[in-house]
């Protein structure tokens, strides 16, 4: 059998099978020798909706990233030189990536899954975070920041106050406390509707002054705002899409209370 093959093409078998032993044994030296652990995708661990930096012992820190359209929840996570982070990262509505910069972390933030990684960051710094997975229009804005140094204590920002886990040092955000305010921030609204609720050029029309005003339909009907149209537009978002819009808002799975909580929100932001 091995007569009958060519000789250059078994020059090429040689070296594709030297490569190959080579890149199994780097990815061994890198894992076993270096201790570089890869991230995984852990099964075990049931998605999470909430951000959260949970203090285990001194410099030992896990946080739960939630991705959303667009930010990372929580943003900025700040912890003493020499800790070690157990980083986990779900999304709560499309893909996004999560990389920090001058580390080798590097996940996908997957709905309905928990990617895992663990990073000691020796050195103190800034160290970016960015989505390098694109998700929409908003996609280049969504980024945040790992600060090390030894006068943090495990701070966030960027959190809902829901988020805060029990016994943690974490700031409490200056957020407003309505329940459509939480729910605004929680369903992941502002990532359309949002930048002040001035809306997003594209993705999702202005809420502030939307109670009342006459908005134009994509077929060029008109409507005018009320409780009712608001209550349509949450529950059955696809039925009304206004102009200069496509129909990407998900439908909403919404009690009463929580539904008449959010078109309160709405009517008050003006
Ligand atoms: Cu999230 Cu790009």
New binding site residues.
């Given amino acids: 059998m091995w007569k009958k093959i060519d000789s250059s093409e078994k020059k090429v078998m040689l070296v594709a099978i030297v490569l190959s032993a080579l890149h199994l044994g780097l990815i061994a030296y890198a894992a076993f020798q270096l201790g570089i652990k890869v991230p995984f995708c852990d099964p075990d661990v049931k998605p999470f909706t909430q951000g959260k930096l949970i203090k285990h012992a001194d410099k030992q820190f896990e946080v739960q990233i939630v ?1 959303s359209m ?1 930010k990372f929840e929580p943003a900025v996570i700040k912890i003493p030189t020499g800790s070690t982070l157990q980083m986990y990262l779900s999304s709560v509505d499309v893909n ?2 999560l990389h920090v910069n001058q580390t080798n972390i590097n996940m996908m933030a997957v709905p309905g899954a928990v990617n895992a990684a663990t990073h000691t960051f020796s050195k103190p710094g800034r160290y970016h975070i960015i ?1 390098h ?3 929409g229009v908003g ?1 280049q804005n ?1 980024a945040g920041w790992i600060e090390v140094g030894d006068e943090f204590t495990g701070e966030t920002e960027g959190l809902n106050p829901s988020g805060l886990a029990e016994g943690d040092s974490s700031e409490t955000p200056n957020m407003p406390q309505s329940l459509g305010a939480q729910l605004y921030a929680s369903k992941a609204c502002q990532g359309c509707h949002g930048a002040d609720l001035g809306g997003i050029p594209g993705a999702g029309p202005k809420l502030r002054g939307l109670f009342g005003r006459m908005e134009t339909e994509v077929g060029g009907a008109q409507v005018e705002v009320t409780e009712a149209y608001l209550k349509e537009s949450i529950t059955d978002p696809k039925k009304f899409v206004v102009q200069g819009f496509s129909p990407i808002m998900p439908m909403m799975p919404l009690t009463d209370e929580e539904l008449q909580s959010l078109v309160d929100f709405i009517k008050a932001a003006k």
């Fill in positions: 991705a667009w996004h990536g989505c997975e694109y998700c996609h969504m």
